[in-house]
């Protein structure tokens, strides 16, 4: 009864600690694609978007004539990079820190354009703030790549 109740014990106290190792519980959120209501112009709602490593992304773009593809030179060396079809969602799991750009192909020269910042941005932010934009594209991006940078 004693041996019973100290494995019971010892793997409750294996499995608390396991959770309490990781403060962040894995997440999905979804980034959709709305009409600006100034512009008249398709974005990316939220433009900017901050998970933790493991989090995962669903580009919501069903019922849309846009797409949503990785920007080239604009995520981290190492990470694994995705290439959406026009009018599918696609779900991304980010597990590699840095900033990654995502833009729709046919409508990134009038700003369809994103961010998404995993964890800490530093590994590759500068590369990606140097990469060649359409204007359109180029001022949405200064914009949020100032609200990132901005001191808390």
């Not at 990781?22 to 978007?49: C, F, K, M, N, W």
């Not at 580009?59 to 981290?76: I, K, L």
């Not at 969602?89 to 354009?113: E, M, N, W």
């Not at 964890?119 to 914009?143: I, K, M, T, Y």
Request: with cysteine; aromatic share 8%; hydrophobic share 45%.
């Amino acid at each position: 009864m004693r041996r019973k109740f100290l494995v019971t014990f010892g793997l409750f106290s294996a499995l608390l600690a396991l959770s309490l190792g990781s403060t962040h519980a894995q997440s999905e959120v979804v980034v959709r694609i709305v009409t600006d209501a100034v512009t008249g112009q398709p974005r990316y709602d939220p433009p900017l978007l901050r998970i933790e490593p493991g989090d995962t992304v669903v580009f919501a773009n069903r019922g849309h004539v846009h797409a949503s593809r990785t920007v080239p030179g604009m995520h981290p060396p190492d990470a694994e990079l995705w290439w959406g079809q026009v009018g599918e969602d696609v779900r991304v799991t980010f597990t590699v820190p840095g900033v990654y750009g995502h833009k729709c192909g046919a409508s990134y020269p009038q700003g369809l354009i994103g961010l998404v910042v995993v964890g800490d941005p530093s590994p590759n932010l500068e590369a990606a703030r140097a990469v060649a934009h359409p204007p359109a594209a180029a001022r949405l991006l200064d914009s949020l790549f100032a609200e990132l940078t901005a001191p808390n």
